[in-house]
Structure formats: C-alpha cells, structure tokens
C-alpha cells in the first residue's frame, strides 16, 4: 500500500472536520468511531478509493451514519505548555538565541 494509501486515524482519535463538500462543519471536532479501507462511487468525482471513517457526527442524511474520506479529516494537534506571552517573555529575555549560521 503507498503512503497515499496509509491509515492516517484511528479508533476513538479526536479529529477536526476539513470538508470541501460540506464548509459548514469545517473546524469540528469529532471522534473516529470507525475505519474502512473502500471503494465508493460519487456522481460528480466518480470512483473514490481510500481509507474511509465513520465519525461522531450528526448524519447528512436522516437515519444514516456518514463515511467520510480521509481527505476531509486533519489532525487535532496538541496544543503547546507555553502561552504566546511566555514566548515572547523568553524572546525578549535573551534565553532563545538564534543557531549561528557562520
């Protein structure tokens, strides 16, 4: 399998909706409560193959779960210790140098 073909999420992971069909939910985050690697048919993109999850999303449709391609889903990255004040606070300190370069 390529990397383009590589599971990127899994079970129970926290993910953030990136949907170019659906702009509305984008930013959402939502449970993978599914995966599946799959072939669905589309009427406007045709034949779509990849890795396809099932999320803890309201359906589209009514009394339907919804399979969402990977290409819809990014990672939810964990946000960092320091807050933008402390950065700066440590830049205008003196305590981060730059690497030298000569």
Known sequence: MSRHNAKYF???????????DHPEINGT???VLDAGYQTLVNARSGELRG?????DLPAMKEGKRDWWHQSAL?????????SLQDIIRL???G????????
């Open 51 to 55: 890795w396809y999850y099932q999320l």
């Open 95 to 102: 305590s981060v140098h730059e690497k030298d370069t000569a």
């Open 91 to 93: 830049c205008n300190s």
């Open 29 to 31: 985050e939502t449970t």
């Open 74 to 82: 990014r990672k939810k990255h964990k946000g960092g210790s320091l």
């Open 10 to 20: 899994s079970i129970g992971e926290v993910v953030i909706m990136q949907s170019k």
